[in-house]
Structures are given as structure tokens and as C-alpha cells.
């Protein structure tokens, strides 16, 4: 245990982002690497796009819009402990799997026991990461969230070479045991205290080959994120249109997708996508810090995590059912562009004018006043009142 008047922004901090990097492969990235048992599910039940779809979607909303439980918990105990536990609720989420019957099996044990688990290690690993960096905090960021991208490169091929060769219940039963190495992620998260995707297929490209499409994606992403946090750390442009310009590159890949009828059109749709991706991604934390200030980033985070949750929960069946009624995945890649060319246009409605911030401001407090300060802003804390009993002892005397 550590105590300092400011993140250290050196020293274990890159243990604990080694560790956030490392929760990020087994526990985020890996949503995005389901989508290869997506084809298997609705072969063995049954089940219509939409439906199917709901193991993935259920998965990711619980994990964003459980961090407010994460956060809390992580406060009453410590980060650590809620990290280790999450990756041993995942694994028998998991491994319970093996047993189901139905996709409805599944989005219990899948989507909302295994994503309950994931969010006890997500939000808490990157709070620790805000509490360890300050001054290098998006360059740690986009360091520790890269995982993601190195975990679709990897697990996407591993999780369809494990089909077929063991069938997807035993595929999951391997996931599984991946998932409890959380417990060594959680174990390098140190307390410090301060003081203060199935297109390709419907092309007609082989399973090999299209589960090769999110590695691809993976490795940009891993790439660009930490470059992306080390730029916006340095770049004299405002860190909130550095996101910005993620957000509408990302919009544009979701336009050209539809449009690309090769699989090399789709090879250089997935690099633009991981570019754009990971320009705005790592900025995500660092805005909530920013705005939230340092005291309350696991708050912060929570919510921010709720909100995002609810669109996954919707995002993905929504795509399933527009698949199921025209018979392609179009429609769906123009609703996910839409929805984020207009997230743009509410930021650039809502962004502080110069000199302006969301936080609560007040230029240079007094030196007695507790403030956070991050990227040019101060947030002022509260003030612990005096005691009153002491106070009127004084007086007396």
C-alpha cells in the first residue's frame, strides 16, 4: 500500500497497467471475439438472428451497466479483491454454460452471470489506472485498453480453431479457464491511496477467413491506442475533439462496410475501423477524469458505463431483427453510423466554449480548499466540516 499527495505517474503504475491491459484481453475483448460461437449458437438451437444475438448484447450491457456495483464495492473492500472475484464469477459462468439447452440457458450464463463477472474486473482495473496517472494518464489509458485490440487478434482464431476441435461446449470450458487468470490481473492492482461485428460470412467468405477480420481490427486497435493516448497527451488540440475525430471515423467505417462486396475491401475497412477506434477509445476514462475529477473517477466511470451498457443491451438484437426482416446486415451498420454522427453533433452542441469546463471551476482556489486538477481544470472537493465540539472547547479556553 502506497500513500502519496499525487499519482505517482511512474513506478508499479505500469505493473497496474499491465494488469488493466491484461483484464482488457480476457474480459472485454473477448466480447468481441464471441462472435464466432454467434454462428455456431444459432446452428445448434435453433434460433433466429435477433435472438441469438442477445447472448453478446446481454453480455456487454451487464458488464458496463453493473460498473456502478464494481465501483462500489471496489470502494467498501479494494480493486483488487473486486477484480479477482469478477474473474472467478466469469469462469463459472462459463463453465455452467457447458450445460445449457437453449440460447435462453445462455443469456443467463453467458450474458448476465460471466458479464457480471467481467464488470467486477473492468471498471475497478481502469480506476486504478486514473488513480496511479495523472500527467501520463491517456498515455497509460490507451496503453492498458489496447488489450482489447490484442485480444481479438488472438482469441478470435483461437476460439474457432478450439471449435472445431472441440465442439463449442468445450471451447467455452477453455474460456473459462482463461477467465480465472483474471485472478493474477487483479492480484497486480495494488492499493494507492491518495490523499485529497457476421457480415463477412453473409458474403459468402469462408469461417477461417472471417474470423481473421476482428484480429485484424484487433491489431490496429492495439496499435493506435496507445499511440493515440501518447498523442493526445502532447498534441495541442482539446482532448475532446481528439474524440471527436474517433467517433466520425468510425461513423464513416460503418458507412463504407456495406459497401464492400470483397474480402480485401473488407480487410481495409477493419484497419480504418481499428484506427478510428482507437483515437477515440482511450479518451473515454481520461474525459470522465477530467470531468468527474480524480476523488470520483470510479463514479464516473460507473455511469458512463450504464449508459454505454444500454445501448449495447439494444444494439445488437436490434441489429439481429433488421438482419432477420431484410435478409443482410446493411441496415444495421447505417443505424450504428447514424447514432454516432449524431452523438457527434450533441458533443459539438454541448462543448465548452474556451476557458469554459463542464467541472465545477473557480481559477486558482485557495491554498485551504480541497481541488483536483486534471488537463487544465480544477474541480473542487468537498470540505470536511470542523468539529463543533472541538471548535467550542476552543473558545472557552
Known sequence: MESSGKPPDDGWGWMVVFGTFLVHVMAIGSYRSLGVFYVEFREVFHESAGNT???SSVFIATILMCSPIASALSNLTSCRTVVMAGSVISAVGLGVSYFAQSVVHLIITIGLI?????????????????KYFHK???????????????????LSPLFQFLIDEFRWKGALLIYAAISLNGCVCGALLRPLHLDGAAH???????????????????????VARPVSGWLSDRLPVRKLYFYMVGCVGLGICNVAIP????????????????????????????????????????GGLGWAFVFQGAAYLLGQP???????????????????????FVSVVVLLLLVPKKGKSWALESGKPAPDVPHDECDGVVGLQARQLPDVTVTIESAQS
Open 200 to 222: 463477412a460470412q453473409a458474403l459468402g467468405v469462408e469461417k477461417t477467413q472471417a474470423a481473421f477480420l476482428p484480429s485484424i481490427l484487433g491489431i490496429m486497435e492495439a
Open 259 to 298: 459497401h464492400s462486396p470483397t474480402y480485401a475491401a473488407l480487410v481495409a475497412c477493419m484497419v480504418f475501423y481499428g484506427i478510428s477506434s482507437g483515437i477515440f477509445y482511450p479518451l473515454i476514462a481520461v474525459l470522465v477524469r477530467k470531468y468527474s475529477g480524480v476523488s470520483r473517477i470510479s
Open 53 to 55: 444475438s442477445f447472448i
Open 114 to 130: 460471466s458479464g457480471f463477472g467481467n464488470s467486477l474486473m473492468y471498471s475497478p482495473s481502469l480506476a486504478m489506472v486514473g
Open 318 to 340: 436490434i441489429a439481429g431483427w433488421l438482419y432477420d426482416a431484410t435478409g443482410n446486415y446493411d441496415m444495421s451498420f447505417y443505424a450504428a453510423a447514424t447514432f454516432i
Open 136 to 154: 501520463r494518464h491517456a498515455t497509460a489509458n490507451g496503453i492498458a485498453i489496447s488489450g482489447t485490440g490484442v485480444s481479438m487478434f488472438v
